[in-house]
Structures are given as structure tokens and as C-alpha cells.
């Protein structure tokens, strides 16, 4: 069970929102760009959030660029999942290949601020402050079985091979 | 179940997987090329150490390119590509070279043929599919694997099929057409799906103009932007001294695709997509009066000789009035515009030329903007911040209408001063 607090963005929160092209000259030193996280969507998020909180998007979340630092800041800020009404392609593979659960509900019902519960197992979200229970949609298999190795690499280290 | 036809994108992933690939269906496909840039290429090698391996599956399938710091404007980045030549040095795989351009222009221009699965760390990667190459961005830790094992997992795509019928009226290009459906259907409007153009149009079209609409594909959340490999196909292919690379390929007659879009071209007029989103699109004519700072025309979108041929032609003995800034795609691409003489007529009305490579596109360097400017741009984002300045307003339109603009200062229809 992840319990956290809610930290809700607006739809299309892309690449650049999360983690702008910019900083690339700190890409090759990750503690120094994650100070960044989510900074042109919201400065003062870096500031406030705290380990197992959730970042709450709308529709297409994360679109844009292929960069895996998007989902790693966001990881390395201590978010424990992101929960979005859809997420963009790209940002779903490598937020899953880092280990960091992305789940599909409706996330009109959850508010800023608001503690939320998920249970991965049971497929749940319990929006604690306001009473509301989602159902998030199920991940694919394929990224199911990545996501219970902690990520792509693990599960390669692992099974050396894909295991479809 | 009655056998039917395939789409471009189940055929070659069919033939990639030695599966009987459907959509919808999760296959594990050989690849044809794997790449990394400058920007990604550090995490990608870093992950490809952290799984283990000691050796790249195909190191003549694994290419290194440096375009997007380039040359590079901070240490830090040189460091990184001091790490990314040292990487291709030890595994025997191709590092480009500071000035060769962009890699998707060079991927297509020197690797990519018809059928190849081909997967890079950049989400433009799509723009392959414009010579019939189911190619698709990914990011560092699935490239490294990739790197690893030489194959990668794949959810076959629904293919939606795009019909283009008519002739472009004056003023309207390539560029116009991608941005108008980006806008009809919206920037999710084909997340986990192909689009697959077709129809009378696109038969006519040029490589560099299906290059223009398959790099945009990515922008409505496609996996892939896929044209069938044809004779325009081959005659591109042979051009680049790569004719025996070229086979025909065509999805079959009763391939079965999610819908189907059709766009009469001839009604088309001058697209420009506005802040902060590539689907918050408007016709050029519309915002007129919308003052322009800075005016960029390049990228793997739109640096390529005919881009520049077309600016070249509208700007031909008149004066820009805000910033232009230009970058060819490519050295090829520079050397061409060398010799017809567009870079001496771009130099003479102010353009500044950059070297090929991203240039201004993602806010690195060499043209990134001040509080409060708008730039027009041929690139394929405008996304808040984009450009390096979140106070900053991105445009996005076509070479013609970027050359418009740079004559007046403001957004300005190309139908204007043609």
C-alpha cells in the first residue's frame, strides 16, 4: 500500500515541464537536476514534495521527448507513482523501466493536496480527504512483469532475455 | 479466423518477429538500427554498463550521434561527448562528428531502408518511417537493452489510415498538411498508434516532404508515422548511392485499420501551431499582426535543400527584419545549399547559418530566447520552455511561412509575398 500526498497538474504536462531541455548540461549529474523536477510546470514543487507523494496529471501526461530523465527526476524526488487520465508513450515505457508504477484513472476525482492511497495489487486508488475509490486501469503484462523487477534493467540482469 | 491483409506496421513487424504480428498482439523484434544522441546517449551508455554486458549485440547496427550540443556550448556537455566517443571507441561502434547534422537527417540520408525496425533515443526517430521503416523513439534504459540483445519488445500499433487527395494550393506545403491533422485529431489524438499516410497526394510528395510528416508523427502521440516504400522510394535511395538497400513495400488491400482520416489538400492554407502546445493550431492568415523576434528555420523537421531552397526563393534581395537563424540538417545538406547559392542569398538578407545539427530547437544553444519573445519556427515543438526560456513564445509553421514572417516581423501568410 503507497499513502501519500496528491500534487495535481493540469493536462499535457510534457518533457519540458518536468525536466527542460535546458538543463542538459546537468544531465550527467542526476542530484543536481533533480533539484529541477517539475520546474516549469510548478517551481515550488521541487521545494515541497516529500517521499511517497503522487504527482496527479490529466490527459497526456509526459509527452514529448524520449528523455529518461523525466520519469528518473521525478523518481529520485521520492514520488511514488504517478497516476494520470492518460499518459503519453514514450514516458510509459521508461517510467516503467525505472520502476515507477504510472496508473490510468480518473484523476478528475482527486484534488491537490488530498491523501491518497493506491494498492498495486488490488488495482485501487482511495482518495483519503475526499472520500473517493478509483479503479486504475491494468498495465500491460509485459510492463507488469518489468515493473515487479524494479525495471527494465533488473529484469534483464535477471532473465538476460525478454520472457514473453 | 479468416486470414486479412496487414498494415505497413504488421507486415514488418511480422518479418521482424517471424510471428504472425496483428495489432494489438506484444512481439519481441530483431532491429535494424539502434541510436542515441548527445542529450540521451550518457544514460543510455550508463544503463548499458549498469545491466552487465560487456559487449553491443551489432555494433555496426549501434550509432552514436552528437547534434544537439553541437558543437557544444558548456563542459559539462563536452565531457559528455568525450564519455560518448570514448563509449564507440571501446565497442567498435559510429560516433558522428560536431557539424555533421541531425541524426535523424542522417539517419535517413546513409542507414535507413525500407522494412528496418529502427529504434534511437529521441522521439523523433520517427521520422524514419517516411522511407517505409517502422522507427520509433524510446528511452535510454530500452536503447541500452536494445544495444544489449539487439531486439526489443514491441506492442504491435492499430494503424490509422491518413488518405491525402488533391493538389497543395500556392503557399501550402508538406508542413502545413502534418500540422493540420495534428490539430484535427490533437496532440493525443494517435498515442500507441501508427498513422499510415496514403493516397494521391502523398504518392507525389518528395522524401524530404514525407520526412516533414513522419518526424511530426510523434506530436499526435503515434508510435509511428509510416509511408509505403515506393519509386519516389528507390529514386531517393539511389540518389543517396543506396539503391540496393531499396525493396517496394505496401500494406495489403484488405489491411485492417482502426479508421481511416481523409484530407483534401487542396483546401489546405498556411498552418501555424501557437503557445504552448503543437495541436493549438490556427491558420497563418489568422494571426496576423503577432509580432516575431526571432525566426529559426532548420531542424530534422525542416532543414533540409528544399526548405531552404524555399526561404532562399522568398527572401531572395530583401532584408529580414527580426533574427533569422538557419541550420541545415545536415553537412549534405550545407554543401547542396553551398553550391545553388541559397546560403549566399540567406547570408545577404541577415541570416545567421549555423552549423548542421538542432540548433536553436530545444533551447541548448545558438538562438535561445529572451522573456517575452516569440519565435517563429519550422521545428516540431513549441512546448513552454522549448526553446530554453519558459517566459518565451514558440510558433510553428513552414519554411515559406518563416521566410514570410522574417520579411515583416510579424506572422505572415507566405501567400502574401509570393
Redesign the interface.
Known amino acids: 500500500m503507497l499513502r501519500g500526498r496528491a500534487f495535481k497538474f493540469g493536462d499535457n504536462i510534457s518533457t519540458d515541464n518536468i525536466v527542460p531541455g535546458r538543463l542538459a548540461h546537468l544531465r550527467s549529474n542526476l542530484p543536481e537536476l533533480a533539484k529541477h523536477v517539475m520546474e516549469d510546470a510548478d517551481p515550488t514543487f521541487a521545494a515541497r514534495v516529500k517521499s511517497g507523494d503522487f504527482i496527479v496529471g490529466g490527459s497526456n501526461f509526459g509527452l514529448g521527448s524520449s528523455r529518461e530523465h523525466a520519469p528518473l527526476v521525478i523518481k529520485m524526488a521520492g514520488v511514488s507513482a504517478v497516476l494520470a487520465k492518460s499518459v503519453a508513450r514514450i514516458f510509459f515505457r521508461n517510467a516503467i523501466n525505472l520502476g515507477l508504477p504510472v496508473l490510468i484513472c480518473d484523476t478528475d476525482k482527486i484534488n491537490d493536496g488530498d491523501i491518497i492511497e493506491v494498492d498495486l495489487t488490488v488495482g485501487t486508488v482511495r482518495d483519503i480527504t475526499n472520500g473517493n475509490q478509483l479503479a486504475f486501469g491494468k498495465i500491460p503484462e509485459v510492463m507488469l512483469h518489468i515493473l515487479d523487477e524494479g525495471g527494465i534493467i533488473p529484469y534483464i540482469q535477471k532473465h538476460g532475455d525478454f520472457k514473453v | 479466423m479468416i486470414p486479412v491483409g496487414k498494415t505497413l506496421a504488421e507486415k514488418i513487424l511480422s518479418q521482424k518477429s517471424g510471428s504472425d504480428a496483428r495489432a494489438g498482439d ?3 523484434a530483431n532491429i535494424d538500427l539502434v541510436f542515441m544522441q548527445d ?2 546517449g ?2 543510455t551508455v550508463k ?1 548499458f554498463q ?3 554486458t560487456s559487449r553491443l549485440a551489432n555494433p555496426d547496427k549501434t550509432y552514436v550521434f552528437l547534434d ?2 553541437a558543437p557544444s ?2 563542459s ?2 563536452s ?2 561527448h568525450i ?1 560518448l566517443r570514448d563509449f564507440a571507441e571501446q565497442f567498435g561502434c559510429y560516433c558522428s562528428c560536431v557539424g555533421d547534422g541531425v541524426c535523424h537527417q542522417l539517419v535517413a540520408e546513409s542507414l535507413a531502408k525500407p522494412g528496418d525496425v529502427i529504434v ?4 523523433h ?1 520517427v521520422t524514419a518511417g517516411a522511407l517505409g521503416a517502422f522507427a520509433t ?6 536503447i ?2 536494445a544495444m ?2 539487439g ?1 526489443t ?1 514491441l ?1 504491435v500499433p492499430e494503424s490509422v489510415r491518413v488518405l491525402v487527395t488533391g493538389r497543395f494550393p500556392r503557399g501550402v506545403y508538406a508542413k502545413d498538411l502534418i500540422l493540420y491533422l495534428i490539430g484535427l485529431i490533437g ?2 489524438g494517435a ?2 498508434q501508427a498513422l499510415e499516410f496514403h493516397g494521391t497526394t502523398v504518392n507525389n510528395m518528395t522524401i524530404s516532404e514525407r520526412l516533414t510528416i513522419a518526424n511530426m508523427a510523434v506530436e499526435a ?1 503515434a ?1 509511428v508515422g509510416l509511408f509505403a516504400a515506393d519509386e519516389k522510394t528507390h529514386k531517393y535511395l539511389v540518389g543517396q548511392g543506396r539503391g540496393d538497400y531499396y525493396q517496394s513495400l505496401f500494406p495489403d488491400a484488405d489491411a485492417v485499420y482502426h479508421r481511416t482520416i481523409k484530407i483534401n489538400a487542396a483546401k489546405l492554407e498556411p498552418m501555424v501551431s501557437k503557445p504552448h ?1 503543437v495541436d493549438n493550431t490556427a491558420k497563418a492568415c489568422d494571426l496576423k499582426g503577432t509580432k516575431i523576434h526571432q525566426v529559426f528555420i532548420g531542424t530534422c523537421t525542416n532543414g533540409r535543400l528544399d526548405d531552404l531552397a524555399i526561404a532562399a526563393n522568398i527572401l531572395r534581395g530583401k532584408v529580414a527584419k527580426p533574427r533569422l537563424i538557419v541550420a541545415p540538417a545536415s553537412r549534405q545538406v550545407l554543401m547542396a545549399a553551398i553550391k545553388e547559392g541559397f546560403i549566399t542569398t540567406l547570408v545577404e538578407t541577415g541570416a545567421v547559418i549555423l552549423p548542421p545539427g538542432c540548433g536553436a530547437c ?3 544553444h545558438q538562438g ?1 530566447l529572451g522573456n517575452g519573445e516569440a519565435c517563429l519556427s519550422t521545428a516540431n ?1 513549441n ?4 526553446m ?3 517566459e518565451s513564445f514558440i510558433y510553428l509553421g513552414s519554411p515559406a511561412t518563416a521566410a514570410a514572417t522574417a520579411l515583416t516581423g510579424e506572422i505572415t501568410d507566405p501567400r502574401e509575398v509570393m
Do not use: C, E
Not at chain 2, 383 to 386: H, I, N, Q, T
Open positions: 506484444i512481439v519481441i542529450t540521451t550518457p544514460l544503463q549498469s545491466s552487465g544537439h550540443a556550448p558548456a559539462s556537455l565531457n559528455d564519455f534511437g533515443a529521441d522521439s526517430t523513439g524510446m528511452g535510454s534504459s530500452d541500452a537493452v544489449t540483445l531486439k519488445w506492442r496532440a493525443d498515442t500507441y502521440g508510435k502546445t530545444l533551447g541548448l535561445v515543438r512546448f513552454k520552455g522549448r530554453g526560456n519558459p
